[in-house]
């Protein structure tokens, strides 16, 4: 399970520490020895690891923020591109509102810019809040509109009926003729958009 903590990233796992790209860490016999300062792509870090009976946890610390967001955001993508469908989404898009994480959001614009099948995905995540009732669905669904948005993409004449995306950022959004019948839009910052049905 990938958990997010202000600078911090952690992998847990039931049978010891895991991790994909861009971690790629697994442990070993030795590995209590390893922890401390780490290089990670160039990058200085902080390791600890958490031994509990049942588990470990592994937690990675940034110098700053911003190097938090990067790592964050490839690992969702990469997770996003390995998955076909939605009914298991991103974990990094199930963490929380990324509303205020300004550098994770544009790391995601960029994907969505340079990746046509990213920007379905996440429309298509958009549209399957429409029959969850899954928290973490719901939240994937709103942080997968609020990068949308981020990047300027029209939803101007979508069906965007019954969708579900409590908290979403659509601040700045072109909404004309977009159908929101019967959609979730509690506590939806949609400050400075426009949203246009004649």
């Known amino acids: 399970m990938l958990l997010e903590n202000q600078n911090h990233l952690t992998y847990s796992g039931g049978n010891g520490v895991f991790g994909k790209e861009p971690f790629c860490m697994r442990a070993t016999s030795r590995f209590g020895e390893e922890v401390g300062y ?6 200085p870090t902080y ?23 990067f790592f964050l955001s490839e690992e969702t993508y990469e997770q996003m591109n390995e998955v076909d469908g939605v009914d298991q989404p991103a974990e ?13 959001i544009r790391e995601h614009v960029d994907f969505v810019l340079q990746d046509a099948a990213y920007k379905e995905k996440l429309f298509d995540l958009v549209r399957a809040s ?5 928290t973490k669905t719901l939240t994937a669904a709103a942080n997968a509109a ?11 004449g979508l069906d965007m009926r019954s969708i579900k995306i409590p908290g979403a950022s659509l601040r700045n959004g072109i909404f004309y003729r977009t159908d ?9 910052d949609g ?5 246009y049905t004649p």
């Open 180 to 188: 929101f019948t019967g959609a979730d839009l509690s506590r939806v």
């Open 47 to 69: 390791l600890s690891l958490t031994r509990k009976k049942t588990s470990e946890s592994l937690h990675v610390s940034f110098i700053h923020d911003t190097l938090r967001s």
């Open 130 to 134: 429409r029959t969850s009732t899954n």
């Open 92 to 104: 990094g898009l199930c963490l929380g509102l990324m509303n205020d994480s300004l550098e994770e």
């Open 38 to 43: 780490w290089l990670i792509r160039g990058c």
């Open 146 to 156: 609020t990068i949308l948005v981020a990047a300027r993409e029209p939803f101007s």
């Open 191 to 195: 400050s400075h958009g426009l949203f």
